[in-house]
């Protein structure tokens, strides 16, 4: 099936008739072959002509295929998640349901994932949360997803499965219903707005906005925030775990953040007056705040500090597994053609890089806590495109090149 989808996908780019039986003579040719002879995504990298350098529109050309091969390889499958409704996970099962509103924007349709509350009760109990959840926003235009936390515990939105279900969830709905990557929103209500203030920062490269309604924070860090922005709508009477209260903290963490970075940390902070945890579908506000964001997959700078579910990409910045580590921070930045990376908490960070933040053309150098590199020439690849593809499964957080570099010092 993959191989008859390959040569279905790439009829209109393979080689001419007469000349099919002739060896490929460019890098794009030979990517063309190796998918119309039923080559796997995941292997591409291995490949020897993956590693040959690329020029800009080649690139392009080249993340093209890449992207429909891999679309092609996973439609199956998201259409048959996108029927059942329900996304699984070992003995793990999400449940979702889906509300289509408007007519789609030029670029696709706008996704709003919206946690539902609950938490630590009887699943009767977070059954009808999510079903209250499912009713409780209306959209101008997007999909409105609201998923069924596959657990009955108090963190049912903070567990490390979270993250990876999230992830396939806004596949499923790329693939299936069109949606825009760039406008994906996260909002969450009571144990959902919970999920929100976790999930926000960890996974901030996937989202365009977010908004926080009536959740308590628990240890998260508003930190990652720099590039996402964030919205919170808390009653002023909500004072069961000083939700209020910690919600006057954050708008005091993130107006000091924007100070001190005043290119980030957008944010909007509503304390509504004389409301409880019910805020009368005032925090309703929220949603159209949110849909005047759309995503940048590439800022200029990164603050990016690890929670205690771990990950190993943010934006265009990885870090290998034995640099895994609740708290660790790097700050990255890209003024033209120059990279600043900090950080003593990890030894090597990976640094992603295009020609939407550099000209690859030219040299680039690199400043790593504070010792000048030499000027580095970094070739487009396949290769780099394919394992940053396959990584993520977003095509915005493709990158054709990259370079580790060593943070500490020699």
Known sequence: MWAAAMMSLFGSHSLRANEVQQPPTTTLDSLQAYFAAGGQLSDLPDQPFCRQPLSKEEAAEAKDLLVAARTASVREARQSERRAEILEEGALRMRFSVKVFGDPLADGRSLYISLHGGGGAPSE????????????YELQ???YVTPRAPTDTWNLWHQAHIDRLLDRLIDVMATTEGVDRNRVYLMGYSAGGDGVYQLAPRMADRWAAAAMMAGHPNDASPVNLRNLPFTLHVGERDT???????????QQQLASL???????YEHSVTIH??????????DAAAVPWMATHTRNPTPNRIVWKQDDVLHSRLYWLSVESSDHKTGATVIAQVNGQRVTVASSDISQVTVCLDDRLVDL???VSFIVNDR???PKQLPR???????????RGDPDLMFPTSIKLPLAQP
């Open 372 to 374: 000048q590199l030499p």
């Open 125 to 136: 109990v977070n059954d009808s949360q999510w079903q209250n959840q499912q009713r409780l």
């Open 240 to 250: 069961a775990y000083n939700r209020s209260g910690v919600a006057r903290e954050w």
């Open 258 to 264: 924007q100070t001190d970075d005043p290119g980030g």
């Open 381 to 391: 690849t396949i290769a780099s495109l394919a394992t940053t593809l396959c990584d």
């Open 141 to 143: 235009e997007g999909v």
């Open 361 to 363: 053309d030219q040299p």
């Open 273 to 282: 007056p004389g409301l409880g945890h019910w805020m009368n579908r005032l």
